[in-house]
């Protein structure tokens, strides 16, 4: 008979340990923390019933994978409102007043292409692990990395008093 409760206390411990990275994983995702928070219950919602097969391997990167299966599933997540401003303080932008609404550029990217991103530059995961995670080739991994830093990069410049 297996110890249950020795087990639940397990996931708990795990749930404590990795919920806000996680989180944060998921606001970079969907743009709101209250659907980040939706997102990352979610994804242990689906961990916990198989959690005795989960815990023997790396239960962070299953936990992500699932997280980010269920986003880019998208059918909770599919009526997306982004934030007119990001939670954090803004930063401010060199030789310029202007500021970088990171959130709402995200915002412009397909699904694949954000989860891309943010798995790469805010996770900072490889490139190889990103295709695990996601299904698909490393090819195309980059060539969706190249496409959406193209896209974030014409979004994102900052507008001076002149000619640019």
């Known amino acids: 008979m ?5 087990s639940d206390e397990e996931f708990v411990a795990f749930f404590s340990a990795h919920a806000r990275a996680l989180r944060r994983t998921a606001y970079g995702l969907v743009g709101d923390w209250d659907r980040a928070e939706d997102l990352t219950q979610s994804a242990f919602a689906r961990v916990y019933p198989h959690w005795e097969r989960v ?3 790396n239960p962070h990167a299953y936990t992500r994978q699932t997280m980010v299966r269920l986003f880019i599933d998208g059918r909770k997540y599919a ?3 982004l934030a007119a401003e990001l939670p954090e303080l803004p930063i401010p932008l060199p030789d310029t007043e202007a500021r970088v609404d990171l959130g709402r550029a995200l915002g412009g990217l397909s699904r694949q292409m954000r989860a891309v991103v943010v798995l790469r530059y805010l996770d900072d995961r490889p490139v ?4 695990s995670l996601l299904g698909i080739a490393e090819g195309t991994v980059k060539a969706y990395t190249h496409r959406a ?3 974030l990069h014409d979004v994102l410049q900052p507008v001076t ?4």
Request: hydrophobic letters at 30%; proline letters at 0%; charged letters at 45%.
């Open 79 to 81: 009526a997306e409102h």
């Open 128 to 131: 190889a692990e990103v295709a």
């Open 2 to 6: 297996r110890d249950v409760r020795g």
């Open 55 to 57: 815990r023997r391997g």
């Open 161 to 164: 008093g002149g000619d640019r």
């Open 149 to 151: 830093l193209a896209e």
